[in-house]
């Protein structure tokens, strides 16, 4: 019987992932992690209930200083850098694909469980894991896993990759897990109600001060509360009004400016990105059709996507991207199979 490690985050989904996990034949292994401080003890014992209730051990694995490292001072040196980071991809490279998955390997376990809505299969043909989209489309979670490598997946199970959410919530009320009604958590863990100012206020120990609103042009129109609260193509709570709509266009932290401008000023035919992790293949040759996305909740929109340099490629989108900001993530599909990601530089027209 093969033995695998399943990372309980104390929710819905990782319950019946365990539970799915036993049903396939698994000698199954619970496993909390500890990322913050004071937070997660609730989770952590719903976790453990699940565990008792499936009657396997369960471990909470004290990983603050690896989530300080590598997730939140990440987090915190791009945001300061003008980006916008996603950390859930950074926490699934490096946390739960990462330092999880060595743990469970130090435990005997060949293989690492999540409640991801995603699946893997091994392709014959190219001798290549790869990264396929959930059954439930509007559940899938390859876009924050385009960052795992071969290694990685090859050891892991998605096993909710063919249910939607409501066959999940089900079988977990038939199997009477303290879970089963829990809410999806919306916020980043260690932002709770998403003050991103905020967050980086005490984390770094820094103030933000006042700054000018720049037009295009570079005229000073207004003065903002600091570049780092501000968002490429937000449009709302800029703090002061204007005679007509407008819109962040870039930002420049060294300077403590804010450019606004038009909306269409938003809109970018070429993505750059770098940090690319490879999956569906092993290079790009020569110019390839894809279905690509810059932001998880965006649709996929048709591109021509080039390996222009070492871990660099460039898209030229069939139609103009809104809003193109440095630091997410543009992930490019070939039907359900992910075949590359990487994390954006620039968008050009």
Known sequence: MSRAMIAMSGGVDSSVAALLAIRQGFEAVGATMRLTEGSGEGDIDDAMSVCSRL??????????????????????DSYMSGETPNPCIICNKYIKFGGLLDRALELGCGHIVTGHYASVRFDEGSGRWLLVKAADRSKDQTYFLYMLSQEQLSRVIFPLGGLTKAEVRELAEENGFVT????????????????????????????????????????????????VRYTIGQRKGLGMGFNRPVYVCRKNMTANTVTLGDNAD?????????????????????????????????????????????????????????????????VCYDGDCVICGGRIIRGEN
């Open 266 to 330: 938003l809109f970018s035919r070429r993505v750059v990105a770098g940090d690319v992790n490879m999956m569906g293949l092993s290079r790009i040759d020569r110019p390839i059709r894809v279905l690509a996305k810059i932001r998880y909740s965006q649709r996929e929109e048709w591109a021509y996507l080039e390996q222009t340099g070492d871990g660099v490629i460039t898209l030229e989108f069939d139609s103009p991207q809104r809003a193109v900001a440095p630091g997410q993530a543009v």
């Open 55 to 76: 009657g396997i051990e369960h471990h909470v694995f004290e990983m603050r200083r690896e989530f300080d490292r590598e997730v939140m001072r990440r987090f915190a």
């Open 180 to 227: 089963s009604r829990k809410h999806d958590s919306q916020d980043i863990c260690f932002v709770p109600g998403g003050d991103y100012a905020d967050f980086l206020r005490r984390y770094l120990g820094v103030e933000f001060p006042e700054g000018d609103f720049l037009s295009l042009s570079g005229e000073v129109i207004g003065k903002h509360s600091g570049a």
